[in-house]
Nanobody, 118 residues
């Protein structure tokens, strides 16, 4: 199981970014995909989940209404569209796969840095 995150960068408050996570080594369509983030000096937190099958989504309250998670099964890729970015969104963003019990599979990738600053 391997994931590779990309798409981070420096953006001004109110701006947008789209993160991508390319997955390999497992049957992508059978697993939920999650985005996490870790800000300096803080614990890693769950940002969003998209389930397999119908693709139901869940968001942390802090990003609800601003972030959108989606998946493209043909490309084995999950996305995180981030709009209305705030300085408190600054973090390293990671993706992970999880099984039907919510258990994470594989290991953490290198993540992608998102910095929101004027």
């Amino acid at each position: 199981v391997q994931v590779v995150e990309s798409g981070g960068g420096l953006v001004q408050p109110g701006g947008s970014l789209r993160l991508s996570c390319a997955a390999s080594g497992f049957t992508f369509s059978n697993y939920a995909m999650r985005w996490y983030r870790q800000a300096p000096g803080k614990e890693r937190e769950l940002v969003a989940i998209i389930e397999s099958g119908y693709g139901n989504t869940y968001y942390a309250d802090s990003v609800k209404g601003r972030f959108t998670i989606s998946r493209a099964s043909a490309q084995n890729t999950v996305y995180l569209q981030m709009d209305g970015l705030k300085p408190e969104d600054t973090a390293v963003y990671y993706c992970r796969a999880s099984d039907g019990m919510g258990i994470l599979v594989g290991s953490w990738g290198q993540g992608t840095q998102v910095t929101v600053s004027s």
